[in-house]
């Protein structure tokens, strides 16, 4: 059996059970969306937002991504992906909440850790290498105070939420509604090994839910 018949497999399941049981949910949903989170995640296939914080549709507006990385604002250059969801997700779903969450086992926090794919050509890991490189200043802070082992890559997973909370605010319309109290970071991190999830204090450390 392939992916994609699994994947059909399981929307039958969903069409089946899940559908019939949520119909008036999935009927208010057709008028529109009005999620009152939206959460930054690493595209990791072992890390999904709705199952880890078991919510219903349209509760959660997720954006995924390699090492759950919101690039600092910029003008210009290619494509804003996470930038283009972001602005939606505040200027016009008008989300109060704003959670990134990083996880164990991160394989584009260990590229950054690593440099494995430095200098690597596009679609041999160049893509990925240029993505990661943002985590370049942290990596160095990080080696040096503890390795590249496990506990370096612990470190920079905790590290990556910190940056991406901080490049949020680097975004007018963000720090703009921080300000007026209309909106809220969160910091958390998802321990894969254990199932525990993280919260970020307002020190900047991490603590179990």
Do not use: K
């Amino acid at each position: 059996m392939n992916g994609f018949t699994q994947l059909l497999d399981g929307y039958r399941r969903f069409r089946n059970n899940d559908w019939p049981r949520q119909h008036e949910r999935w009927a208010e949903l057709r008028e529109g969306q009005s999620p009152q989170v939206m959460v930054i995640a690493c595209s990791d296939s072992r890390v999904d937002p709705a199952q880890i914080f078991d919510v219903s549709p349209g509760e959660i507006f997720v954006v995924r991504n390699v090492a759950n990385l919101v690039p600092p604002f910029e003008e210009g250059g290619g494509r804003h992906g996470v930038s283009a969801a972001l602005e939606f997700a505040v200027t016009q779903l008008e989300v109060p909440h704003i959670v990134v969450m990083g996880h164990g086992s991160c394989g584009g926090c260990q590229a950054a850790l690593s440099r494995r794919f430095h200098d690597a050509p596009q679609g041999e890991g160049g893509f990925i290498a240029h993505w990661v490189d943002m985590l370049d200043d942290a990596r160095d802070r990080i080696v040096a105070e503890h390795g590249d082992g496990e506990e370096g890559a612990r470190a920079m997973e905790l590290e990556t939420v910190r940056i991406s909370l901080a490049n949020l605010r680097t975004f007018g319309f963000v720090e703009d509604r921080l300000r007026a109290g209309t909106l809220r970071l969160h910091g958390s991190y998802f321990a894969i090994r254990d199932g525990i999830l993280h919260v970020m204090a307002d020190d900047g450390n991490f603590a179990p839910a």
